[in-house]
C-alpha cells in the first residue's frame, strides 16, 4: 500500500446512544472510533461486485491500513463528506494489510 495515496485525514465514527437518568429518553450521537489517513475516490463495478452491494448505492471507496473492530454500521467524515459504510473488505493477500470501505454518500441539506 502505497502512503502517498492515503491523502485525506477521516474520521470514522461509531453510533453510540445515551439514556438520560432523569428523563430515561434515549439519545443516539456519533462517536469518534479512530481517525486515520485514507484514500478516498469514486468506488469502481469490481468492487461493489466484491461488497455484493448494489451499484446504485456506492458511491465512494475508501481504502485505510488495517483497522480492527471497523463495521458496516459506522460511518466516515471526510471533511464537509459523510460516507455510510456499506461494507469492509480486507486484503485479498494477507487480510491484515489494508481494508476497502465500500461507502455511500450521505447528502445533507
Known amino acids: 500500500m502505497q502512503s502517498a ?32 489517513w485514507a ?11 466484491a461488497a455484493g452491494i448494489s451499484e446504485s448505492k456506492v458511491s465512494a471507496a475508501i481504502k485505510i491500513r488495517f483497522l ?6 459506522m460511518r466516515v467524515e471526510d471533511g464537509d463528506d459523510l460516507y455510510n459504510i456499506e461494507g ?4 485479498p493477500k494477507t487480510g491484515r494489510e ?4 465500500p461507502a455511500s454518500q450521505i447528502l445533507t441539506g
Open 68 to 73: 480492527a473492530g471497523i463495521k458496516p454500521s
Open 5 to 36: 495515496k492515503l491523502n485525506h485525514l477521516v474520521v470514522i465514527k461509531s453510533l453510540v446512544s445515551s439514556q438520560d437518568v432523569t428523563t430515561g429518553i434515549v439519545t443516539p450521537s456519533w462517536v469518534t472510533f479512530a481517525t486515520v
Open 88 to 91: 469492509v473488505l480486507p486484503d
Open 39 to 49: 484514500e478516498v475516490r469514486p468506488a469502481s463495478v469490481r468492487e461493489f461486485i
Open 98 to 101: 489494508y481494508i476497502t470501505l
